[in-house]
């Protein structure tokens, strides 16, 4: 699937990281004016035919390299939510319902207050889109469902009719006739676009299975990889799938590196410990994050320490487009019709109608914010699912049956044929036949936040605050229930106040300035040229209708001035070179080490340099910075007579602005160094780190003890405070190296305590080594705090 004229080149124009609607659309139109694309796809292509649909393969149909899965859906979960996207050649498509609704034009909202502060607001509007929306529409050759006979299709439509509400039928990506203007035809050959088929095999029109959430086997659906994706390699694009990036870092001279692993297919199946994967890397003039809200706010977050200035805006903005399920369950068809209505979810594509509930910015005397309630089908195998669930009908019936066979069996019984008796067995399908879930959407409040905790993506949402928008969808889908003469079923998550969401926005939205948003109109990030985000992370509220269709003319808009502003990449400067290390003592007899292990806690601050304001900052933000460092002075001897007293430092820093956990490279320690001044002291520690997204800093502090007024010295050996640096950086470059933040650790008792217990010394005078130790850290505090203790000639 590789491009190998591109793949052969250390450089390239642009780098897409993702499939999805905003990847597909920029990799196509960049490609296509002739601009070197790779695509980076941590998933696998999906032809025709290959989506599982055993239950041992989609037992395995998750997406967990680290244990051998490399499937379709990945699945993650929050203290206010669950999020269910795709990993797979096509992103999103591949599982989502075909719905191509433009964003509604009241509700590009402008300066919209949020309940904990703040506001919402989109920098651009519908007449900015309308025209990127059309040309989408054509390449995804949106269709409205054509079929007039469906019974889901009636039910909606019915049902609207009666609470006065406005039903259509939104523009599908989906093919039902074989060709332009002809009527639909289940499973006719689509012909193959001029721009081919990037899979080679052949495509049929809408079968109606309902099978479009968990990947068409037919190749009706319009998705990703059959359009953009495929026009995108006819145009020279290097499409690269099961390719996982890391990190990435700006260059000097301009552009980007981006780091990432490959899953290898073999490997699919096995655990695989996926932080030891052999990092690849490519450089780019520009870098576009399309890895879905989840996916590209964490790769974001993660190399944070590479974006110096990045907007205090990243992570806000999130919310999950309303989405709320809800089922009707037993359709009569109201009060006309006597016994079960035939609702038949699994005949059609998933959604096919939706209705549309108006916002009180429409201006028609509506209150609340509006939304969408759309049918919610499902494949066929979902009906035994769900009849399987029946439990008192099912064991009246096979009690039923077992009793008419062992009639025949004692002989009471002479009939031999048992059709009915089966057909009973089975039973009449009543609750399945009957039933249509509902998937409601819309405007709930973007008012939550992602970071990191412990290095792992973290949401914090809760329904509360969008509680009254929940409330009006689901009381207008318990309205729906009652027109149909069912009953109205919440989502069981509903019951401790949570949802699932398929449409996950926000956390890198865009903005008119950096204090509103993390990127331009267009998606790139303010301060960091040639970088963008065009994927639903960008969107800085809930679109309302299904987003995908405002992704992608979002991403198709931001193409255009990319277009108009190309450039050319320019050279990286070297790396400054590491200083000499410190060297242990090889004279006589084997040296004695010694070693212990500290461990500070504090908080940090990024795009401040002075530690107390960056203390003080991150208190407020919660931004707490850990560092574990075992000290080791590999020859003691040689430690204490060394006016520097220099040791090495080994161990990792735990801080999730940070990207979560960073291991020391190599580390740097000095004890009571003297600048001069006779009553001052300074430790020093220089620790050269690497983020999770693989992008180097340092962290330079000092612990400053001196005499000053009252008793400090506890204070003055437990404070450390320090400065974060961009890259590994050389003690003569601390000046001069761009500050990426600064903060202040300390050392707690209970941490001190357990210090004392970790002192440990290796070699042939261990005893010796530890006593020249104390006396040399005694001896040192004495000199500076000695004053205090001794008797002056008026106390005598």
Excluded at 128 to 147: I, N, Q
Excluded at 393 to 417: K, V
Excluded at 754 to 779: C, D, I, K, M, N
Aim: overall charge negative.
């Amino acid at each position: 699937m590789a491009n190998e004229r591109v793949r052969s080149q250390d450089a390239v124009d642009v780098v897409v990281v993702g499939s999805g609607f905003g990847g597909s659309v920029a990799a196509y139109r960049l490609a296509e004016d002739g601009l070197s694309v790779v695509v980076l796809e941590r998933g696998k292509p999906y032809p025709p035919g290959s989506f599982p649909r055993t239950p041992a393969a989609m037992g395995r149909n998750f997406w967990d390299p680290s244990e051998g899965m490399h499937g379709l859906f990945d699945i993650w979960s929050f203290r206010g939510l669950e999020g269910v996207v795709s990993s797979g050649l096509g992103g999103g498509s591949l599982i989502y319902a075909n719905v191509l609704l433009r964003k509604d034009e009241r509700w590009f909202v402008h300066e919209s207050p949020l309940p904990g502060g703040g506001y919402e607001n989109w920098p651009i509007g519908r007449g900015d889109l309308d025209p990127h929306y059309e040309r989408v529409e054509r390449m995804l050759g949106a269709t409205r469902y054509p079929y007039t006979d469906t019974p889901k299709t009636v039910a909606m439509e019915e049902a609207a009719d009666k609470l006065g509400l406005h039903a259509s039928r939104p523009p599908l990506a989906v093919t039902f006739s074989p060709r332009p203007g002809e009527g639909p035809v289940p499973g006719a050959p689509v012909p193959e676009p001029e721009y081919g088929n990037l899979h080679g095999l052949p495509r049929d029109t809408c079968r109606l299975c309902g099978e479009c959430d968990i990947g068409c086997n037919f190749g009706a659906k319009n998705t990703l990889d059959h359009t953009y994706l495929s026009a995108a390699r006819h145009h020279g694009a290097d499409i690269r799938t099961r390719c996982e990036v890391r990190g990435f870092t700006p260059l000097p001279g301009g552009g980007y590196e981006v780091r990432y692993v490959v899953h290898d297919p073999a490997r699919e199946g096995r655990r695989t410990a996926t932080s030891r994967l052999p990092v690849q890397r490519i450089t780019c003039n520009r870098l576009v994050l399309a890895a879905g809200s989840f996916g590209s706010t964490y790769l974001l977050l993660r190399n944070r320490a590479a974006l110096p200035g990045i907007s205090q805006a990243l992570g806000t903005r999130f919310c999950g487009n309303g989405d709320v399920l809800g089922l009707v369950a037993k359709a009569t068809g109201g009060a006309e019709v006597h016994g079960p209505r035939t609702i038949a979810s699994s005949t059609g594509p998933v959604i096919t109608s939706a209705i549309r509930v108006a916002d009180e910015l429409d201006e028609d005397g509506q209150p609340g914010r509006g939304f969408y309630i759309e049918d919610a089908g499902y494949p066929a195998f979902v009906n035994w699912l769900a009849e399987a669930t029946q439990v008192p009908g099912s064991i009246r019936r096979t009690a039923g049956f077992g009793l008419h066979r062992l009639r025949s069996r004692l002989g009471f019984s002479p009939q031999s044929n048992i059709s009915r008796q089966l057909a009973l067995l089975l039973g009449p399908g009543v609750f399945s036949d009957s039933s249509l879930p509902l998937l409601g959407m819309g405007r709930d409040l973007p008012d939550g936040r992602m970071g990191l905790r412990r290095g792992y993506l973290d949401v914090d949402w809760t329904t509360q605050t969008s509680r009254r928008y929940f409330e009006r969808v689901r009381s207008t889908m318990r309205d729906m229930a009652e027109t149909l003469g069912g009953q109205f079923h919440d989502n069981p998550l509903w019951w401790a106040r949570r949802v699932i969401t398929v449409h996950p926005l926000g956390g890198a939205p865009i903005g008119r300035h950096p204090a509103e948003g993390v990127c331009d109109s267009f998606g790139e990030v303010f301060g960091h040229p040639g970088l963008h985000v065009l994927d639903g992370a960008a969107l800085p509220g809930p679109v309302g209708a299904n987003p995908s269709l405002t992704i992608a003319a979002f991403a198709d808009r931001a193409c255009d001035r990319i277009l108009a502003e190309r450039s050319t990449p320019r050279a990286a400067a070297a790396a400054p070179a590491p200083f000499a290390d410190v060297a242990a003592s090889a004279n006589g007899e084997r040296p004695t080490s010694l070693s212990f292990t500290e461990e500070m806690k504090g908080h940090v601050a990024l795009d401040v340099g002075d530690p107390e304001e960056g203390q003080e900052l991150g208190r407020s933000l919660n931004q707490r910075l850990v560092f574990r460092l075992t000290i080791t002075a590999a020859d003691v001897d040689r430690f204490v007579v060394d006016p520097d007293h220099p040791a090495r430092a080994a161990g990792h820093v735990d801080c999730d602005v940070l990207g979560g956990r960073l291991p020391v490279e190599r580390g740097w320690f000095n004890l009571f160094t003297r600048d001069g001044d006779p009553s001052l002291r300074r430790m020093l520690y220089r620790l050269h780190l690497r983020d999770p997204g693989g992008n180097p800093l340092t962290l330079v502090g000092h612990k400053e003890v001196h005499d000053d007024p009252g008793i400090d010295v506890w204070r003055d050996t437990s404070t450390l405070y320090f400065r974060l640096l961009a890259g590994h950086v050389v003690p003569a470059g601390d000046e001069t190296a761009p500050v990426l933040g600064a903060g202040i650790v300390v050392i707690l008792v209970d941490d001190f305590v357990r210090q004392l217990t970790t002192f440990r010394a290796v070699g042939p005078h261990p005893r010796r080594a530890l006593e020249s130790f104390g006396r040399l850290f005694l001896g040192e505090l004495w000199s500076v705090y000695g004053s205090h203790c001794m008797p002056t000639e008026e106390s005598t």
